[in-house]
C-alpha cells in the first residue's frame, strides 16, 4: 500500500477523505509552530488546514522540533501530510470523518536547523507563533541571546524576536501573534514576562523592549479537544485500507473542539483571519469565563464521577456512560447542581446547558478508552482544586446541601479510606486534603456521612439510583 504523499493524493477517493486544494500547496509560510505533538496538530493545525481549505487563512506553518527524542522521518517521506481521524459523537449522534492535513510544510530540527528557522523570522510573510511545549517549557532561564539555539523555549523566542527585530529595523507592523497553548494559567501572560525578564538579563536595548512589548501580541489561550494521537493497530490497517493509503502520521481527535483566545486587538482578528472557519475558535476580551466551564462542568464532573465509577467496576467513562443510572447522575450533576454554582454575571443558564450536553456526547465517546484509573491520578489535589470551590458557589445562592456533589465526595472518601486505611472523620476535618472547611457548609457533612452508610449497606450504584 502506498504512503500518503503529494504524488498520491489524485488517486485518493474524495468521497472518503477530505483532499487539500492544489492552491492551498503554494501558500507561503505564516505561522512557527514549537512542537510536534498531536494536541497541536488535532487543534490549531487542524483549523489552519480547514481555512486553507476555505481560501481564508492561506498561510502554512514550520514546525519546530525541540527535543532530541523522535524522528522526525515520517514528516520528510510524507511531505508533512497527515490524516485526521474525526471519531465521537456530536449531537447525540456518532460521527466519523477522515481529513488529509496539509498545514505542515516542513519540520526544522532546533538543534542542528537553528539557523534556517531563524532565516524565517527574516520573512514578511510570518505573522504567528504557536507553543506546545508543556508546562515545564514556559519557564525561567539564563539563555544567552547569542546560544544557537538557547536551551529553553523562551530563549528560543527572544532569539527569534530579536532577529526578527534587527531584521526589520525595529519596524512596529512586524510584530507576531504569539499563542501559547500550554496548560497553565495566563499562559501568555506568564511567557511574556520571562521573555521581557530575559531580554533584560541579556541587557538588549531599551528600543527592542519596547517593540517586543508592544509591537507584539502575547494571547492568552485555552484549548480544549481530546486527541489521543495513534490509532489502535488493529484500527489503523482497517483505517488504511479503507481509505486507500497508509500514513504512519495518521491521529485520531474527537469531535468536539474549543480554542479561546485572549484579545480585543483588531491586528490580532485580521492575522488570525482562520478563525472565521471554525466558530469554536473564539477572540474574546477575556477567556476567563471558558476556562471556569471547562474547568467545572468537564474537568469537576470528571473528579466528582471518578470514584464512583471505580467503586462500580468501570473501567472507561464511555463504559460507564452505558449505564442509565451513571449517564443520569452524570447529567444531573451537571444540570442540577454544577450548571446553577457558575451561572452569574458572565456565564448564561444556556451556556452551562450546551456545554453540559457536549460535555455528555464527549464522556459517551465509543472511540475513547478513557480510563477512570488515569483520571484518579493525583485525585486529592483535584478535588480540592476542581470540586470543593463549587460548594462556595452554590451555598452562595441556595440553602440546601448539594446532594449529587455531596454523593460524589462520599465515592471519593469511600475509596480514599479504603486505600489509606484512615478513618473518614479524620479526612473530613483535614483542611489540607480540602483547601476548606467542609464543616461550614450546612449539612453538607451529614449528607456525606449518611451517603457513605448507604453505601456500606447498599453499594455504590443502588445509593445513586436513590438520589433525587
Request: net charge negative; charged share 25%; proline share 4%.
Amino acid at each position: 500500500m502506498k504512503i500518503l504523499s503529494t504524488e498520491i493524493l489524485q488517486d485518493i477517493s474524495a468521497e472518503k477523505v477530505q483532499i487539500p486544494t492544489t492552491e492551498s500547496f503554494a501558500y507561503p509560510e505564516k505561522v512557527i509552530q514549537f512542537g510536534t505533538g498531536v494536541l497541536l496538530r488535532g487543534l490549531p493545525d487542524y483549523y489552519i488546514d480547514k481555512a486553507n481549505k476555505k481560501q481564508l487563512f492561506k498561510g502554512r506553518v514550520v514546525v519546530v522540533k525541540s527535543t532530541t527524542t523522535g524522528s522526525v522521518e515520517d514528516f520528510l517521506s510524507q511531505e508533512g501530510l497527515y490524516t485526521v481521524c474525526v471519531k465521537g459523537i456530536e449531537d447525540g449522534k456518532e460521527r466519523e470523518e477522515y481529513i488529509i492535513n496539509n498545514s505542515i510544510t516542513r519540520v526544522l530540527e532546533a538543534a542542528s536547523q537553528w539557523a534556517e528557522i531563524l532565516k524565517i523570522a527574516e520573512s514578511s510573510d510570518l505573522e504567528v507563533i504557536i507553543s506546545n511545549t508543556t508546562e515545564v517549557g514556559i519557564v525561567s532561564s539564563d539563555d544567552k541571546v547569542t546560544d544557537l539555539p538557547p536551551s529553553s523555549f523562551p530563549g528560543k523566542l527572544l532569539n527569534l524576536l530579536y532577529h526578527r527585530y534587527q531584521t526589520f529595523n525595529g519596524d512596529t507592523s512586524k510584530g507576531l501573534v504569539i499563542l501559547p497553548t500550554e496548560l497553565i494559567s495566563d499562559n501568555a501572560t506568564v511567557l511574556k514576562d520571562i521573555v521581557l525578564t530575559l531580554a533584560e538579563k541579556n541587557n538588549l536595548e531599551g528600543s527592542f523592549i519596547h517593540w517586543l512589548s508592544e509591537a507584539n501580541d502575547f494571547c492568552n489561550t485555552l484549548v480544549d479537544r481530546i486527541v489521543p494521537g495513534k490509532l489502535p493497530e488493529e484500527v489503523q490497517m482497517e483505517t488504511n485500507k479503507q481509505l486507500g493509503y497508509s500514513d504512519n502520521l495518521m491521529i485520531m481527535a474527537e469531535p468536539f473542539r474549543l480554542w479561546a483566545i485572549e484579545s480585543s486587538s483588531d491586528r490580532v482578528r485580521d492575522k488570525l483571519s482562520f478563525a472565521q472557519a471554525d466558530d469554536s475558535v473564539l477572540i474574546v476580551p477575556s477567556i476567563v469565563k471558558y476556562k471556569e466551564i471547562k474547568l467545572r462542568l468537564l474537568n469537576a464532573t470528571h473528579t466528582f464521577t471518578c470514584a464512583a465509577a471505580i467503586l462500580a467496576g468501570f473501567k472507561t467513562v464511555k463504559e460507564a456512560m452505558q449505564n442509565e443510572i451513571f449517564r443520569s447522575y452524570v447529567q444531573q450533576l451537571m444540570r442540577q447542581e454544577i450548571g446553577p454554582s457558575i451561572v452569574g454575571l458572565e456565564i448564561t443558564e444556556e451556556e452551562a446547558r450546551q456545554f453540559s450536553d457536549k460535555v455528555v456526547d464527549r464522556f459517551s465517546n465509543p472511540f475513547l478508552d478513557h480510563q477512570w484509573t488515569a483520571i484518579a491520578m493525583n485525585y486529592s489535589s483535584k478535588v480540592a482544586m476542581r470540586c470543593v470551590p463549587l460548594l462556595g458557589k452554590w451555598y452562595a445562592k441556595f440553602q440546601s446541601p448539594p446532594k449529587l456533589m455531596a454523593f460524589g465526595i462520599a465515592a471519593f472518601l469511600k475509596m480514599h479510606v479504603q486505600q489509606e486505611g484512615v478513618s473518614t472523620d479524620d479526612i473530613i476535618k483535614d483542611q489540607k486534603i480540602w483547601g476548606a472547611d467542609l464543616t461550614a457548609y450546612p449539612q453538607f457533612v451529614n449528607t456525606i456521612n449518611d451517603n457513605l452508610e448507604k453505601i456500606a449497606s447498599q453499594g455504590i450504584v443502588k445509593t445513586l439510583s436513590a438520589i433525587k
